[in-house]
Structures are given as C-alpha cells and as structure tokens.
T-cell receptor, first 113, second 112 residues
C-alpha cells in the first residue's frame, strides 16, 4: 500500500514569493492533516480535513496561508506571500475514520531567503 | 503552553540495553497517546499507541506504559539496536483521530 505522497520535497524561494505544497493521502483515508514542524520542535497542526470539509483550521494563519481539498482526496497548501519565518518542514498526514492513527508523508522542506 | 513535554532532548544507550523515553502531559482530556519515530529527511513513522483505558501496550521490542494519575507515559525499547537511533516524538489527542499534540522530541543514539 502506498504511503502519503508529498511534493515537492524541497523548495527554496525568496521572501514575498508564493509557494504551494501538494499532498496525496493514503487511499481510502478520509481525514487529512497539514502540520508545520519548526527545527527542534514537534509538528503542530495547521488544518484538518474530513473529506472536503476543513473541520479545524484554528491554527492556520489565514492572512497568508490557504488550503483546499477538492473532491476529498488530494490537498494543496499555499503560502502567499512567504515570509522568512515560514522556513520549516510542512508535513501532511492522513487517517481513516475507523483506525484514527495518523500516517505521515516525508514532508516538504521550505527555505525562504 | 506546552501540553506535551519530553524533558530529555537526547539519550545515549549501549546496543542490547534498554532505552527508556519519557513523556509528560498536562491536559487531562487526552485519552489517546502515540509514539512516532523520525529519521532525518523523513516524516514521522508511527511506532506504537495506547488508549487511556490501558496502562500498558506491547509490540515486539517496544512497550508503552501509561500512568494516568501522574500524567506520564514512557516508551521502553528492549533490546536497543543501532537502527533505533532516531528522534522519538510523543503525541497525544483528546479524541481518537483528532489533532495530535506533539512533544519536542528526544534524540536516541544507540551505540554499537
């Protein structure tokens, strides 16, 4: 069974530029999560989707961050414009309603110059 | 407000010995706890979990213990192997499948 797929794996951009990350969850998983991980810290939830619906986006900085999960499968996380402090690893995870355990993708490492 | 704390940033253990990683939490609403292992440049990999109705869960070399009164859990790895060297994250949620709150991680080094 394929795991959670994320792309790109690495991204370097200049500040004020836009950037987008893509996630394909494990087949059949209806819950999708985006986490942010800063260096030396654990992941922190940005947004959680149940199918197409964002059910918890309280930690998403909505002035510059946006996310979508069309058709309840793939998801895209966007930052516009990026700031220096956005340099981090962006992790996507998914879980099935029955199991609940979250499985993570490899992450996208973002560097904002 | 750190709801999940891993107070040891790093741990070094000899191959074959026991590794004990500790985690404390403050939110009494947490009822599901997990341990994840993370290698460099990879995402966290699920290792083992425990619900609040249990005090112990075992899977091969890995055992998680939960002490609800002390709001403390620990992960025991016996015997430790060099391939276990990684960052270990403790995580908790208030509802199965809900958002996870992570600790800052503990770097485990197993020396051969």
């Amino acid at each position: 069974e394929a795991g959670v797929v994320q792309s790109p794996r690495y991204k370097i951009i200049e500040k004020k530029q836009p950037v987008a990350f893509w996630c394909n969850p494990i087949s059949g998983h209806n819950t999708l999560y985006w986490y942010l991980q800063n260096l030396g810290q654990g992941p922190e939830l940005l947004i959680r989707y149940e199918n197409e619906e964002a059910v918890d986006d309280s930690q998403l900085p909505k002035d510059r961050f946006s996310a979508e999960r069309l058709k309840g499968v793939d998801s895209t996380l966007k930052i516009q414009p990026a700031e220096l402090g956005d340099s981090a690893v962006y992790l996507c995870a998914s879980s099935s309603r029955a199991l609940g355990t979250q499985y993570f993708g490899p992450g996208t490492r973002l560097l904002v110059l | 407000d750190q709801q999940v704390k891993q107070n040891s940033p790093s741990l070094s253990v000899q191959e074959g010995r026991i590794s004990i990683l500790n985690c404390d939490y403050t939110n009494s609403m947490f009822d599901y706890f997990l341990w994840y292992k993370k290698y460099p440049a990879e995402g966290p990999t699920f290792l083992i979990s425990i619900s609040s109705i249990k005090d112990k869960n075992e899977d091969g070399r890995f055992t998680v213990f939960l002490n609800k009164s002390a709001k403390h859990l620990s992960l025991h790895i016996v015997p430790s192997q060099p391939g276990d060297s990684a960052v270990y994250f403790c995580a908790a949620s208030a509802k199965y499948g809900n958002k996870l709150v992570f600790g800052a991680g503990t770097i485990l080094r197993v020396k051969s």
